[in-house]
């Protein structure tokens, strides 16, 4: 009797972590789908997700790093916080620190230098340009995060993973159900 329901016991778990991971499985294609398509990184519970393609804040954040931000509280930002804007020159994300709160205008603004720069960035940042503040980095998890979003790292991280699991999940429930088959047979 006690063999029977720790295989019971098994054999609902194998289902509910073959459930947890085909859930996993399409929250993780829906995240990198949407990753692809938000212009300013994608976003998980509040945070933003960006990967560092320069050295110019070396010591702090190098080339490759995953950097982690939070929506930014303008009025909050002031000298030595690390912020991510977005630069309409250059056409993507940067992440520098602000050495200087000024106004371009009417608008609030910050002057800004990467760690590793002599000299602060030319041009003043605009509030409405700030994408998040620091929070956290990843070290060369941004490879990783860049690979995902290639359709062979796609099927690498998501889609070759998950067939291993569902394929080997099958397979025990095909011999658990196999084994209760032939104990419920009479010899």
Request: charged share 20%; glycine share 8%.
């Amino acid at each position: 009797m006690k063999q029977t329901k720790a295989k019971r016991f098994v054999h609902i778990l194998t289902w509910v972590f073959a459930v947890f991971w085909i859930l996993f499985a399409g929250t993780s294609m829906v995240y990198v789908i949407a990753a692809g398509r938000s212009p300013n990184g994608p976003e998980l519970f509040g945070y933003k997700f960006m990967m560092v393609l320069s050295d110019s804040m070396i010591p702090t954040i190098h080339s490759g790093d995953l950097v982690v931000g939070q929506p930014p509280k303008l009025g909050e930002i002031g000298p030595g916080q690390v912020i991510t804007y977005r630069n309409h020159r250059a056409q993507r994300l940067i992440t520098h620190r602000v050495v200087q709160v000024t106004k371009a205008g009417d608008e609030l603004a910050f002057i800004t230098q990467g760690d590793g720069n002599n000299q602060p960035d030319e041009i003043p940042v605009p509030a409405r340009d700030v994408v998040a503040t620091f929070t956290a980095r990843v070290p060369y998890a941004g490879y990783l995060f860049s690979f995902t979003k290639t359709w062979y790292g796609f099927v690498v991280m998501v889609i070759v993973p998950s067939l291993i699991l569902m394929g080997t999940e099958i397979l025990r429930l095909t011999r658990l159900l196999k084994d209760e088959n032939h104990r419920a047979q009479p010899d």
